[in-house]
């Protein structure tokens, strides 16, 4: 069987597969697959190794002739077509719960980094900006002692609570459904999408890109925030109306945002959010660890070998 991988990995991961699959494998590291060459590679593949920076559509599947799993590196699946791959009884694997701690702490780095206005501080240095020091010189925001909102008290932003209340922070959150857990653990309170927006000091966005949370942040929402607000998205790019945002932190309707996540991947560098002082940007590096970027390809291998095998994937999108 023959399993096509769209990005580059290393070859001790490959070493167990090489001894039962036909492996064809993208050959640079941190450029993806093309999209021409992934078109025409899928048509003999049985499984499919893929991640965020692929497009899983109906051109892919109405091309692939012997697929049996889709396997991706991510615990968000936004990039595959579910409906098509359900209708050729194609299976399809994710790896949440690896990724939970190193996004959650990613998530929280960024948060203070944007409220404290590290990058600036550092393009300051480099710039040759830093006269002397001064009273209100690069002041931000505090973070001990405030009041975070977390939109999406999943697996992520559970553990970006348990951080917050590290900090001594209120922990207001916003889900469809109740996270008992963090209400009883971390004191965490469920309020309506609104009154997070009006009450927060820092909104992470943690929740799934669907079609229902396409734009959930838009010009309405960012209107409701404070003006000392900071706006956090770690989740993904297509949750957020980037014009709103542009608009907001533009005319400071807020104070400032941290984005993990794009619209569109990689973000062009003349993108107008990355001409503001006020947007701390970072290219999706929310799980990027080294052990656990290992631990998720490890499971997203199991994944795929289960579903050629004919076994239960461990962790199958529903
Ligand atoms: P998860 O455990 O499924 O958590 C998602 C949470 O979002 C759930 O609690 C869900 O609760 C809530 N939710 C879903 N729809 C909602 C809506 N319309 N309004 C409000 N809340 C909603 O997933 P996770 O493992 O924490 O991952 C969350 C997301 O983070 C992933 O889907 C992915 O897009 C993103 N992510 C990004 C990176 C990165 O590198 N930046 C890394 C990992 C993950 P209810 O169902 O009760 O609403």
């Known amino acids: 069987m023959k399993i096509l991988i ?10 167990p597969l090489k001894e039962k699959y036909e492996i064809v494998m993208a050959e640079t590291e941190n450029e993806p697959m093309s999209r021409k060459r992934l078109l025409s590679e899928i ?6 190794f893929t991640n965020v920076a692929d497009t899983i559509d109906e051109e892919v599947f109405d091309r692939a002739k012997h697929l049996k799993v889709v396997s991706t590196m991510a615990v968000g699946y936004d990039n595959i077509d579910l409906e098509a791959a359900k209708e050729r009884g194609i299976l399809v694997g994710h790896t949440p719960g690896v990724l939970t701690e190193a996004t959650a702490d990613l998530t929280f780095a960024l948060l203070m980094a944007t409220g404290r206005r590290l990058l600036e ?7 040759d900006q830093w006269k002397s020091w001064g009273p ?5 925001q505090e973070i ?14 559970l553990g970006v609570a348990k951080r917050a209340k590290g900090f001594s922070m209120d922990i207001l959150y916003h889900n469809r459904s109740r996270k008992e857990e963090a209400e009883v653990e971390l004191g965490a309170r469920y309020v309506e999408f609104d009154e997070l927006l009006e009450q927060a000091d820092y909104v992470v966005l943690l929740a799934p890109s669907t079609k229902e949370t396409y734009h959930m942040m838009g010009a309405a929402q960012f209107n409701k925030m404070k003006e000392s607000a900071v706006f956090i998205n770690t989740s993904r790019g297509p949750n957020v109306d980037e014009d709103a945002l542009y ?9 400032a945002a941290g984005l993990d996540v794009f619209q569109t991947e990689p973000i062009d560098a003349k993108h107008k959010l990355l001409t503001l002082k ?5 290219p999706h590096i929310g799980s990027a660890a080294i052990e656990t970027r290992m631990n998720m390809a490890r499971l997203a291998i199991n994944n795929l070998v289960n579903g ?9 999108v529903k």
């Open 121 to 127: 501080g550092m393009d300051v240095i480099r710039e």
């Open 247 to 255: 608009e907001a932190l533009q005319s400071n309707q807020i104070w």
């Open 136 to 140: 209100f010189f690069l002041t931000g």
């Open 43 to 48: 048509e003999e593949a049985d499984g499919l």
């Open 6 to 15: 769209t990005c580059k990995l290393p070859d001790q991961l490959l070493l």
């Open 144 to 157: 001990y002692g405030k009041t975070i909102g977390i939109i999406g008290m999943g697996r992520i932003g």
């Open 278 to 282: 006020n947007v701390t940007a970072l």
């Open 308 to 316: 050629l095998e004919g076994n239960a994937l461990v962790h199958q």
